[in-house]
């Protein structure tokens, strides 16, 4: 089941959003890569920020299946500017990033979002699109539709 909803659109801006409810199963994970890449390719976006994206969204809905509780839902914002990009899991616990061990099987799931967003990524309450009586939490990231990352700091830098 894909939910697709407009938004008013802020200014000139026209922004569009996405949602689809995820299962908890094997599969998962590789069916929201394809709906990502799917989506995302047919915007027209460059190759690398298509594969950054969906490496990104997999890594969330990982870290939300081993960390967080059903029902998982994957969000996609897209406007003029950029896209974000979340996983919407019903645990209060916010991720945090594990102490660096390169001898780790897990634990670099947020450093890689983080790196590749240039540190535009993070987590807050949210009520899923899909079941709206329902809040959890939503871990996103967002990244520009064309072109370099810009040269901005943001507020919450990458490691």
């Avoid at 994206?53 to 059903?70: K, P, R």
């Avoid at 001898?103 to 987590?123: K, N, P, T, V």
């Amino acid at each position: 089941m894909t939910t697709t909803l407009r938004s008013a659109p802020r200014s000139r801006m026209r922004r569009q959003q996405y949602a689809w409810p995820l299962r908890k199963d094997a599969q998962t994970v590789g069916h929201a890569r394809a709906i990502l890449r799917t989506e995302l390719s047919a915007l027209d976006l460059p190759t690398d920020l298509v594969y950054d994206a969906v490496l990104m969204a997999s890594e969330l809905v990982t870290n939300a299946f081993m960390y967080g509780d059903s029902p998982y839902e994957l969000m996609l914002l897209v406007d003029a500017k950029e896209i974000v990009c979340g996983v919407v899991d019903g645990s209060p616990v916010l991720p945090a990033p594990s102490p660096l061990d390169v001898q780790a099987e897990h634990g670099r799931g947020l450093r890689i979002i983080a790196r590749l967003s240039d540190g535009f990524y993070g987590c807050h309450p949210q009520r899923y699109v899909t079941e709206p009586d329902l809040v959890g939490k939503a871990t996103w990231f967002a990244l520009p539709r064309q072109g370099a990352r810009c040269n901005v700091v943001p507020i919450r830098a990458g490691t």
